[in-house]
DNA sequence: ATACTATATGCGGAAATGTGCATATAATCA
DNA sequence: TGATTATATGCACATTTCCGCATATAGTAT
């Protein structure tokens, strides 16, 4: 119980559900998703830690950077369910578009190269 | 997004978590959902009042009761999936099944059958 | 070493949430 | 009619949530 709630109470908010879509995309550092939902670095560091406690998504260090990407071994199952059924979601929602927009500009140009 | 948000929302929250497993049991007044969940009258009425709203549930007047129940047709789809993975959740949940038993020994002792 | 970059986090404030208590509403009963 | 029962709702309050701002931390570059 104490798991399913902390997937749903995950997930209603706007702002994780779109960082959750963007990452169902493709992993992607604290300063894609800021670029992507073009969000503060707080917000969206803050956010990304909420989904990562909530088992929906787990994170590494890659040299200055931290990857976020879905968590496929989740210890969380609803996580992982809810994950699945939010990859169907959303087709042709306006604002999900407009993030993956933006973050394909932002992998484009993005500082993610430099220090590789 | 409005209505995915909503019905995450909705389910954001252990009592009406627990509300809604008592209705995929079977449909019920208020005063049963008090009983099963042993909370008190406002406290049910309005968190049937957000699972209705969000589109899980649809109520009708029985006499002096107002009976609640799975919206099947419900407009949000989203609140559709999730009700029907709630369905599966939880089947061995300590607080689930207390509130099933209470909602039996209210059914069978309940002032339902009095006014029908 | 210093400077710089990316990320996390403490703090404060505005807003939203969940609840109990009391009261309003509505249907039924006598 | 008035009394009773079931439910909804206004109000107040404590708690939580979400965010921005500023700062701390950690890795990298020079």
């Known amino acids: 119980m104490r798991n399913l ?4 109470r995950a997930l209603s908010c706007e702002t994780r559900i779109r960082i959750l879509k963007v990452l169902l995309e493709r992993e992607c550092c604290v300063c894609e998703i800021m670029q992507a939902l073009d969000i503060s670095q707080s917000r969206a560091s803050r956010n990304l830690g909420i989904l ?3 088992g929906f998504i787990k994170s590494r260090r890659e040299g200055l950077w931290i990857v976020y990407s879905i968590d496929e ?3 969380n199952k609803y996580a992982a369910s809810l994950a699945e059924m939010l990859r169907g979601s959303l087709a042709n929602g306006e604002i999900i578009y ?4 933006r973050l394909s500009h932002a992998v484009r140009i993005g500082p993610r190269a430099i220090h590789k």
Chains 1, 2 share one sequence.
């Open 52 to 54: 990562e406690d909530a």
């Open 73 to 75: 071994q989740t210890m």
């Open 98 to 101: 407009q993030d993956r927009e």
């Open 5 to 8: 709630v902390k997937a749903f």
